[in-house]
């Protein structure tokens, strides 16, 4: 028995071993042309095998395998997924294969389900053929999460029907068709079975495969060979152009795609078209194709009589012809054709197209959308356009297409003479197109010829306190129309009447094209006194253009500029020494508008300090001015600096006053705040978990800090921590450590955490060092009870102890041996114990069982025995070694069979009487207590001993028969259980 549970363990990890995927790589190149030309040939395939006894019968199942080997290598490739699933007397536990992506893993695979398929015996007793078609379609809905790209299919091998016991209740293969794919039985991409039979097939699976159109029924008498042709058509759905009611033909192309074995096939075409109108005729040609290559092209024609307007979506259904014995799978059963027949009409934008105002010699275009309806879109139209005009003006446009879009635009192009005549002017243009009606036919175009003009944004211009010896500025918009932007004019600017120390700078011509700015600065002399001046702006514009208005009143404010406000102290606050050569910090000052320009100059009195930048532009209002200041040293204490303020305009330099620096440097600090220790390790873990807080200032941010630790008194213990260097974020920071230790000793063990700067900085104190605490633990095994006693055992009787184990902190896996010492135990008193344990955990309870059995000729008496666990690991110590055992049998009960009655006195008789009673039947109660327990059957308890390892050269197969409610094993033991 022992054997069995081995066996069966070692075969279901196995299976585990070969349900994994395996890891997708590269896919084996082809070996030939055929099998590149053929796309999304990697197939997902179960083959489903009757294992039923009658399989056995005209070699059923030799002749089975040798058909399932000989297309393997056509239906296993690197990538998919196989598998095997035995049926009879129920479903055996699908096998299951995962062709790697690797060169030769197809093949080696190849290998491992051939001999899986050579070790498959026949000896179940019926036939559960739906139960096997409904495992098949739960593994190959698992095989479509997994790669739905890939096909499905299920090739099944039987020799019989449906044959189940007399009581069982099986599904019908329709009820597992509705299951599996919610009665959609025309989508067969998702999986399609191929049933081969010997024999009579089953009527019910043939008639649903034929129904549904999901499988093929396939005769397997007198068949020495099985093979795998693929073929596929594309595109699997066609959408032809739209087309006008009527008669008409139209011409499509699809590709097949075949390996060798579907080349020399013919392709057959069947036009499905019970939906069409009455009167409606659809047909096409030719209905059959031979795959003369792998991939052969094929030019289709549909041709339409009485076409009616209406979409239509009709299905070409495709088949193969094949040779006996061909599996021939057609990926595209059918092909999807739509098609639309429809009414088209085009409308036209609008039915006037306005030209607006255009000068003599200009030449405009404007659009016309040309917006047709779906049918007329997808014909893809010409429009032609005849224009009439009234002699005034050119019209010309090209002629017009609609692409399918849907929507398309009509340039119309208009040209006016040079010597047209100011007036209003119309023309017509007349739409028409093969065959398709526009609305509206005809659209008028209509123009005004007239001068052009350009429009100044306001009608004076005004600037406000410009300071003496400053500028002021205004800006003016100019605006052309149609005209004067189609002409592209160029715009004359004059100033005038400027009072004596005022000077005007702007552009003297500025063209105008489309909206422009003209920009007019006033340069103000510092003689110049406060008060309201004025001047004249002109325009001019070559003819046939008009600027309104064409002259603008300037009127501008002279004042006198007002002080530069400075700060006397900046103070930069406190420093760390670490940041104490680069300050920073920032100038804030007023900035009168008359210094709108200036520029601040700053320059150190002495050399202990320097400033970035030095130069600062001003502009108008409060300026805050950031800057860095560079010392020379960075001792600790009070520092300053005096900085001479210039104010900078051109070439000259002016003197403005004094700016005191002062800061104070004081020292960088790194702190501890807080430390979680370790606290205890295993020796076998070697790793423990801390925390460190730190606090740093802020200028230590970005840092490195370096953590080293050492345990002087623990001799050859070595102890690291990771990470050994951190930055430093500045302000409070929780850092996570883990401890490596190894060669630990067991024990407590104090050390020290040393904590330093890696850059060197002067002046920083650092905390050292912090106290570091390591209790490692030693290995350890502890007996800690043995359950159940031995005392009162009687004959005949079983007991089954139970040995209770405490593992602390041992290395992974341990081993420990158990061995009873007899002493004076007598050999009727027989023990059963495992000789050695393994722990595969630390810190865990194991308990084992110990029998004792007494035998038939036990005898009274009391015994005592001794239990040794010893720990087979090194340096693993057990206590305790010894535990003392003991067992007692008692004395057997004797039975006093005669009674000797004393008469009494009359006046006792009856009371005596009844004692006596009393006596006699608790004696014969004794008598068969005594008797049942001498004679009553042992029970026997098995207890489970490791078997011993199984010799190498086996090859048992595992069965499974069902006969009635008894299951034999087969192939691993001799002995049969129920």
Not at 42 to 70: H, P, Y
Not at 810 to 834: C, F, H, K
Not at 860 to 885: D, Y
Request: charged residues 25%.
């Amino acid at each position: 028995m022992h054997g069995i549970r081995a066996r069966i363990m070692l075969l279901f990890v196995a299976l585990l071993a070969l349900s994994v995927p395996a890891t997708p790589q590269d896919q084996e190149p082809a070996s030939d042309a055929n099998k590149r030309a053929v796309k999304n040939v990697r197939t997902d395939v179960v083959f489903l095998l009757d294992v039923s006894g009658s399989m056995r019968k005209r070699q059923g199942l030799t002749r089975a395998r040798k058909l399932l080997v000989n297309i393997l290598g056509k239906v296993v490739h690197p990538g998919t997924s196989v598998a095997l699933v035995p049926f009879g007397s129920g479903v055996h536990e699908p096998m299951l294969f995962e062709v790697p992506n690797t060169p030769g893993g197809a093949e080696t695979m190849r290998g491992e389900i051939r001999k899986s398929i050579e070790r498959i015996r026949a000896r179940d007793s019926y036939t559960y053929l739906f139960e096997g078609i409904q495992k098949s379609l739960e593994v190959l809905r698992k095989f479509k999460e997994r790669n739905p790209e890939h096909g499905r299919h299920v090739i099944l091998i039987s020799d019989g029907k449906q044959l189940t016991r007399r009581g069982h209740r099986s599904p019908t293969l329709t009820a597992i068709i509705d299951f599996f794919e919610e009665k959609k039985f025309h989508k067969v991409d998702d999986w399609f079975i191929w049933y081969g039979h010997f024999g009579e097939p089953d009527d019910t699976l043939r008639d649903v495969l034929e129904r549904t159109g999901a499988g093929r029924t396939i005769s397997l008498d007198d068949l020495p060979t099985l093979n795998w042709a693929y073929s596929s058509v594309q595109p699997s759905a066609v959408k032809l152009e739209t087309r006008k009611p009527g008669k008409w033909e139209q011409e499509f192309t699809l590709t097949a795609n075949t390996d060798d074995g579907g080349i020399g096939k013919n392709l057959y075409f069947e036009l499905d078209v019970s939906n069409l109108p009455r009167g409606m005729k659809l047909a096409l040609e030719p209905s059959s194709v031979e795959l003369t290559k792998p991939q052969t092209p094929i030019q289709l024609k549909l041709t339409c009589e009485n076409g009616l307007a209406g979409d239509y979506s009709e299905r070409v259904k495709l088949k193969v012809s094949s040779d006996k014995g061909v599996l021939h799978w057609v990926e595209t059963p059918e092909i999807e054709m739509s098609l639309r027949i429809g009414e088209p009409r085009i409308s036209v934008g609008a039915a006037v197209l306005q030209f607006g105002r255009m000068g003599a010699g200009m030449t405009a275009t404007r659009e016309i959308a040309l917006i047709p309806n779906r049918d007329a879109a997808a014909m893809s139209p010409d429009v032609s356009v005849v224009v009439a005009d009234n002699g005034n003006g050119a019209i010309s446009l090209p002629r017009a297409t609609i692409p399918a879009s849907r929507r398309a635009s009509l340039r119309v192009t208009l040209r006016v003479p040079e010597d047209a005549k100011p007036g209003k002017y119309a023309g017509t243009l007349s739409l028409s197109s093969d065959g398709i009606a526009i609305d509206p036919g005809a659209i008028t175009v209509r123009y005004t010829v007239g001068n052009g003009r350009v429009t100044i944004g306001t009608d004076k211009v005004r600037i406000s306190n410009i300071f003496a010896g400053q500028s002021g500025a205004s800006t003016l918009t100019l605006t052309p129309d149609d005209i004067a932007t189609r002409m592209g004019i160029a715009v004359n600017v004059a100033v005038s009447d400027l009072p004596e120390g005022v000077v005007a700078e702007i552009e003297p011509s500025i063209f105008v094209r489309h909206r422009s700015s003209l920009k007019l600065k006033l340069n103000v002399g510092p003689d110049v006194s406060a008060g309201e001046y004025t001047g004249r702006l002109r325009f001019t514009a070559p003819k046939g253009v008009d600027v309104v208005p064409a002259e603008l009143p300037i009127t501008f404010k002279v004042t006198k500029p007002a002080a530069l406000l400075l700060p006397p102290t900046i103070d930069l606050g406190d420093v760390p020494a670490a940041a104490a050569r680069t300050l920073k910090g920032s100038l804030e000052m007023s900035v009168a508008k008359h210094h709108d320009g200036h520029q601040l100059e700053l320059v150190a009195m002495d050399e202990t300090t320097s400033m970035e930048p030095r130069v600062f532009s001003l502009k108008i209002g409060k300026l805050v001015a950031p800057f860095t200041l560079k010392a020379a040293d960075s001792k600790l204490g009070a520092r300053s600096a005096v900085y001479q303020a210039f104010l900078l305009r051109g070439d000259r330099r002016v003197l403005i006053g004094n700016v005191s620096m002062r800061w104070n440097v004081v020292a960088s600090t790194l702190k501890f705040e807080a430390w979680t220790n370790p606290g205890r390790i295993s020796k076998s873990d070697r790793k423990a978990q801390a925390k460190l807080v730190v606090d740093a200032t802020p200028d230590l941010a970005g840092k490195t800090m370096r953590l080293a630790v050492a345990f002087p008194q623990a001799a050859g213990m070595i102890v690291g921590c990771e990470p050994n260097a951190i930055k430093l974020q500045g302000g409070l920071q929780t850092i996570g450590i883990e401890w490596h230790v190894s060669d630990a000793v067991p024990g407590k063990h104090v050390g020290a955490l040393r904590i330093g700067l890696a850059d060197g900085l002067p002046g920083a104190t650092v905390p050292n060092p912090v106290r570091v605490r390591l209790d490692v633990a030693g290995a350890a095994v502890q007996v800690v009870a043995v359950e159940g006693g031995l005392q009162g055992l009687k004959k005949d009787e079983t007991r089954t102890l139970t040995v209770v184990l405490a593992a602390t902190a041992v290395p992974v896996p341990t081993e420990v041996s158990l061995a009873i010492d007899r002493g004076d135990w007598p050999a009727w008193l027989q023990v059963e114990l495992p000789k050695k344990v393994t722990i595969d955990a630390a810190d865990k309870t194991v308990r084992i069982p110990l029998t004792v059995r007494s035998s038939q000729d036990a005898a009274p008496g009391a015994w005592r025995a001794k239990l040794r666990v010893t720990a087979v690991t090194k340096g693993v110590t057990v206590t305790p070694e010894v535990t003392a055992l003991a067992a007692s049998v008692p004395e057997t009960v004797t039975v006093v069979k005669n009674v000797e009655v004393v008469k009494m006195k009359e006046s006792e008789g009856s009371n005596s009487a009844m004692w006596v009673a009393i006596g006699v039947a608790a004696a014969l109660i004794l008598v068969l207590l005594v008797f049942f327990l001498a004679y009553r059957k042992p029970k026997i308890v098995h207890v489970n001993v490791p078997a011993p390892a199984e010799e190498p050269g086996t090859d048992d197969d595992l069965i499974l028969e069902e006969e009635e409610d008894v299951f034999v094993f087969e192939g691993l033991d001799d002995e049969t259980y129920e």
